[in-house]
């Protein structure tokens, strides 16, 4: 291969240099101080487009330098994607809040346009003006979209002296946030709802969440929270292994100890996604999903009020995106996205179940089978005999009375299989 043609290939040299005329859209940053706050060349590029297309208040901040066809987001906001999309090549511009690549639509237009065919000019982000007028170092606190998404998001987050950041969806949403605070025992947290920030309707409201009450603020806020929590908040800790307390659940649940090793077993990945076959309570597909943000899962469950359960268990521990089938294994597993890795712990000894599992997975993804009972302890030894992988077992004991006495009470050993597809 030339040098010329590995520039290319590698996105460096000036063969992957792009003329400035083949970025055709131009997406720009505009804050609540509108024009006053643009750059020179965030002016030019919003006066030179054939078509401005924004939110009705992005638009009106910009109305003075506006000169080509405007174009308000439609509904549904996946038309006006479209409408971009189809005029490639013309001068495009869009309006965005502050910086368009943190939780903004920069992300939303890459996934349908090359960033060789964009110019970004960003402004300051909520983040950043909220940081500067609370006097907080950013790269200290936790930051968090929950504009269009659950609030149950912000609980992962909830953890005595944090400091945490978030975008909001709407006027009301202030209040249903320090009324979730106050419901977990963070009533005490100071609470900021920051409004307009950089414009003239800029305020400033305090309260602890407990006190917020329910007041209407301007649509376009954004709140800061100083977390206290009182001695019987729930606080949900890192890492794996969580008390069943924490969890609803029927007495259907990985304990915490074998959860924490089934999790190791699983070694999740960023970006992966997990079957969870016969879920119960959902434990070992939520606390896959609390690892990372990336991290997906689909919870199977023949069961229809413990599926049920699941979404609760999901949403309080601030994983509201786990995918819930309610089902039979094998028959509920059709059609489902091919996962990276599968735990089987409820009813794997149904015939179909594991082989049909083994068969979803791609090459090198995991399998990670639990046996309680004699039926499935003899199906994993047959299988570790025929296809390998590794056996393990997990027993655990704890200190019980006896008599006047304590001694170690045994619990049900647990017979693991680890298996990765060849």
């Known amino acids: 291969m030339s040098s010329r043609a590995k520039e290319a290939a590698l996105g460096t040299g000036s063969a992957a240099r792009q003329h400035p005329s083949s970025r055709w859209l131009t997406i720009v940053g505009i804050g609540e101080d509108g024009v006053a706050g643009l750059s020179k060349a965030a002016k030019a590029a919003i006066g030179e487009a054939e078509f401005v297309f924004g939110g009705h208040r992005h638009l009106a901040l910009a109305e003075t330098l506006i000169a080509g066809e405007k174009r308000p987001w439609p509904t ?252 039979t294994a094998p028959e509920a597993l059709a059609g489902l996205p091919t996962p990276d890795a599968i735990f089987i712990g409820g009813g794997g000894s149904i015939p179909g179940i594991t082989e049909t599992a083994m068969e979803a997975l791609p090459t090198g993804g995991r399998l990670v089978a639990n046996a309680v009972t004699l039926e499935m302890r003899v199906m994993l030894i047959e299988l570790h005999a025929r296809r390998g992988g590794e056996l393990i077992e997990i027993a655990i004991a704890r200190a019980a009375p006896v008599g006047g006495m304590t001694a170690m009470r045994p619990a049900l050993p647990v017979m693991q299989w680890r298996w990765s597809k060849p």
């Not at 906001?77 to 869009?94: E, H, P, T, W, Y």
């Not at 987050?157 to 946030?177: F, K, N, V, Y």
């Open 76 to 327: 549904p906001f996946a038309k006006g994607l479209d409408d971009i999309a189809a005029l490639s090549g013309r001068r495009v511009c869009v309006l965005a809040s502050g910086d368009p690549f943190h939780f903004g639509v920069g992300a939303t237009l890459a996934r349908r346009i090359t960033a060789a065919e964009m110019h970004v000019l960003p402004a300051r982000s909520a983040f950043s003006l909220a940081a500067a007028r609370l006097g907080w170092p950013l790269q200290e606190v936790e930051t968090v979209s929950l504009h269009g998404r659950p609030i149950a998001l912000i609980r992962p987050l909830l953890h005595a002296g944090r400091r945490i950041i978030a975008l909001t969806s709407d006027g009301q949403a202030p209040a249903e946030i320090a009324a979730l605070l106050a419901e977990e025992g963070f009533g005490a947290s100071r609470f900021h709802v920051l409004e307009a920030l950089g414009g003239p309707r800029e305020r400033h409201t305090l309260s602890t969440a407990e006190d917020l009450g329910a007041p209407t603020f301007d649509d376009l806020n954004l709140i800061a929270v100083e977390v206290a929590a009182s001695a019987g908040a729930r606080i949900l800790p890192l890492g794996t292994g969580l008390g069943d307390t924490l969890f609803e659940h029927d007495g259907q649940i990985t304990k915490p100890e074998v959860r924490a090793v089934t999790l190791a077993a699983l070694q999740p990945k960023r970006g992966q996604l997990l079957w969870d076959i016969g879920a119960g309570s959902g434990s070992i597909s939520i606390e896959w999903m609390r690892q990372h943000p990336s991290l997906r899962a689909i919870a199977i469950e023949a069961d229809a009020p413990r599926a049920e359960r699941i979404s609760r268990n999901a949403t309080s521990f601030g994983v509201p995106d786990l995918q819930v089938v309610t089902g």
